[in-house]
Structure formats: structure tokens, C-alpha cells
């Protein structure tokens, strides 16, 4: 890993190492990128946190000099069926991508709370990979033996296409995955309905041993 006096970057760094130890197609392309030099870091285009706690979460990345993008989704809130995120910035790094379910009745069918009681939010859920061309990236994971949920959201020649592997799983649950994603003409947003298909690719089946606490 490059040295680095940054906290923020040393921070958002050391998630994504800790991201690749737990994912197999994190890790293949980390060890491929680092064979001409380029690495993977450089290339991800945001990290994605659950919490049951948004606002409490954020503070970390607050703290080290992110700030809340306004910009994005409905002043500064993306909102789904039984869930929202917000997404801080800070110039040079991923953005930072914290979501958490609706409370009440409307957050019920939410997966993410199921995944934060078993994992904890002091992981990252999954990271996005910039590509140039998305079909081809993906052929060349599948040959390496990684599957993945679903197939490309979004045309061709859109501003935004995604696609997510399928989850590498922990204690017979889905953990983490990866995004691949193609973005064009400096569109820097997130696509409600690609995002919402993450979120049914990452059920919580198997009833928790242990209820962590969110990060506060």
C-alpha cells in the first residue's frame, strides 16, 4: 500500500484493505492491477457503508474532511422502497456511500439492518470499481471463476452502467461484492433502480448469533 500523510486517505485505504482480505474479486483484481503498477485503489469509485445510524455513522468521514453531497438524489438524500443513503465527498478519494433502512413499519423488509446486526457497520458492504468497458470486465472475471447477480444495468452509451458480483459469503450469509461500474460525460450519481437490485442480492437468511452494536 502507497504511504500516505492524509488521514482520509489512510482511513478510506485501510477499509478497502480490509474490503479485499474478505472478497475474492476484490482481491483478484488488486493482484492483477498491481502487476503494471496501477493497483486498485486509484479505481474505486466509492465504498459503500450500512449502519443503522446514518448521521451518527457519517461523523467519522465528516471528521476527516468528507462533506454531505447536496446534490445528489432529493436535497441531498436518495431514497428507495424501505431505504436511503446519503453520499459525502471529499476531492481525491471514493465518495462514501452510507445507507440504512427506513425506521418504522416502512423499513421492515429492509435488508440492510439484518446484515449491520450480524456484520457490524465498521465494514464496508461493497466497493465500486471504475471500468472503461463494462462487458469486457466482466468477461474477464467470470473467467477467473467470479459469478455475478444479475446482468448490466443501464444501455449502452448511458451515462451510468452497473453490475454486481455475486456475494462472497460469511458464516453461510451474504457478505460483501463488488460494483463494476462505467460512468460517461462526468456523471457522478447513482441509479435507484441498479442500487435497489444490490439490495436483493444481499439478504440476511440465517438468524444471528450475535446483535452488534453500530459504530457511534
Known amino acids: 500500500m502507497a ?23 476484490a482481491r483478484f483484481l488488486k493482484e492483477e492491477l498491481g502487476k503494471v503498477g496501477v493497483g486498485l485503489f486509484p479505481l474505486v469509485d466509492h465504498i459503500t457503508v450500512r449502519t443503522l445510524d446514518v448521521e451518527k455513522r457519517s461523523e ?23 431505504w436511503w443513503a446519503k453520499v459525502y465527498r471529499k476531492a481525491g478519494l471514493p465518495a462514501v456511500f452510507i445507507d440504512q433502512a427506513f425506521a418504522g413499519e416502512r423499513g421492515k423488509t429492509c435488508v440492510i439492518s439484518p446484515w449491520v446486526n450480524r456484520f457490524s457497520d465498521k465494514v464496508l458492504h461493497h466497493i465500486a470499481v471504475r471500468v472503461e468497458e463494462i462487458e469486457q470486465a466482466v468477461a474477464a472475471l467470470k473467467k477467473r471463476g467470479i459469478p455475478f447477480a444479475g446482468e448490466v444495468v443501464g444501455a449502452k452509451g448511458g451515462d451510468l452502467r452497473q453490475i454486481f458480483t455475486a456475494a462472497d459469503e460469511k458464516e453461510g450469509n451474504p457478505f460483501t461484492v463488488v460494483e463494476l461500474i462505467e460512468r460517461h460525460r462526468g456523471y457522478a450519481g447513482f441509479s435507484p433502480p441498479s442500487a435497489d437490485s444490490l439490495m436483493k442480492s444481499s439478504v440476511i437468511t440465517a438468524k444471528p448469533t450475535q446483535t452488534a452494536k453500530p459504530n457511534r
Open 3 to 25: 504511504q500516505s500523510k492524509d488521514k482520509a486517505e489512510e482511513s478510506v485505504r485501510n477499509y478497502v484493505d480490509r474490503f479485499v482480505e474478505n472478497n475474492k474479486a
Open 60 to 82: 467519522e468521514f465528516l471528521d476527516l474532511g468528507f462533506a454531505w453531497d447536496k446534490t445528489v438524489g432529493k436535497q441531498g438524500v436518495l431514497e428507495y422502497d424501505d
